[in-house]
């Protein structure tokens, strides 16, 4: 039997999930049209997060965690980049890998180094991104490899 506590914690956890998958599309969305990062906040924030359209509804999610990875990522995106590339294969840098999966880091490397959320629940979270950016493909694997070392180099004590 599900609790109400239960339910909530379970529809916390979807919002997050919802959060983390936007400030991915979010990254990928300013890094391919050159847009700032208000700007495209603000279109994810009034246009996308919980909205109603003819055709489609767009599922809610946690702002405060969409706003701090998407902002996170791009004030320190120097950092994350560095942390990321010293976890990619040598002679492979971020800026060589899939524009999704760029965005991908530098949203979990954001949530890596900014919020108190288990590494592995991160290493989780976005690996299922992963998987849904990329249904058929290797990247997943290669997903959690990355954020495996990328966690294990920023929260050492946490494995």
Do not use: C
């Not at 294969?89 to 965005?103: E, F």
Request: glycine share 4%.
């Amino acid at each position: 039997m599900t609790t109400a506590k239960d339910q909530r914690a379970q529809e916390k956890r979807a919002l997050r999930s919802a959060a983390r998958f936007y400030a991915v599309q979010a990254l990928f969305q300013m890094e391919s049209s050159g847009q700032t990062v208000d700007k495209i906040r603000a279109e994810f924030e009034n246009y996308r997060i919980g909205a109603e359209g003819e055709d489609e509804t767009w599922v809610e999610a946690d702002v405060s965690l969409f706003r701090t990875l998407v902002d996170k990522a791009v004030d320190q995106q120097g950092t994350i980049d560095q942390l990321t590339d010293r976890a990619l294969v040598a002679k492979w840098p971020i800026a060589r890998i899939d524009p999704t999966l760029r965005a991908l880091f530098r949203a979990a490397g954001a949530e890596l180094v900014e919020t108190e959320t288990p590494p592995r629940v991160i290493i989780t979270e976005f690996v299922q991104i992963a998987q849904a950016f990329f249904p058929e493909g290797k990247e997943s694997k290669f997903v959690n490899a990355v954020l495996d070392h990328m966690a294990r180099e920023v929260r050492p004590e946490a494995f």
